[in-house]
């Protein structure tokens, strides 16, 4: 069986998000980055789309204080309900700081 390589790029939405006490009141953008392996074979396949939904309900619901957190949550979600070995998550919030965007990876 083949392996392709799913990307996720640029998933931008507005959440809650920090520890400061503005992040907890005003959701602020983030911006998502995956991508993941698995196996293909014909008919099995990866909805990216649903994935997409899966990690903006999660970071909604969850309205995680760190990114941490959130990278974990999102890395064993998805992990455990489409069996994926590896995934690379990245996590950023480009309007927390005027001088640059911040993020965190996994």
């Not at 619901?61 to 941490?68: G, Q, V």
């Not at 455990?80 to 995934?87: E, L, P, V």
């Amino acid at each position: 069986m083949p392996k392709v390589k799913v990307i996720i790029e640029h998933l931008s939405f507005k959440t809650i998000i920090g520890i400061l006490e503005h992040e907890r009141i005003t959701p602020q953008e983030v911006i998502i980055d995956l991508s993941f392996k698995y196996a293909y074979k014909h008919g099995n396949f990866i909805d990216y789309s649903h994935i997409v939904q899966e990690v903006q309900t999660i970071m909604h619901d969850k309205k995680f204080e760190l990114i941490e957190d959130a990278l974990i949550a999102l890395k064993q979600h998805l992990k455990a309900s489409y069996r994926i070995k590896k995934i690379k998550i990245k996590i950023t919030k480009p309007t927390i700081l005027e001088e640059c965007f911040v993020g965190v990876c996994l």
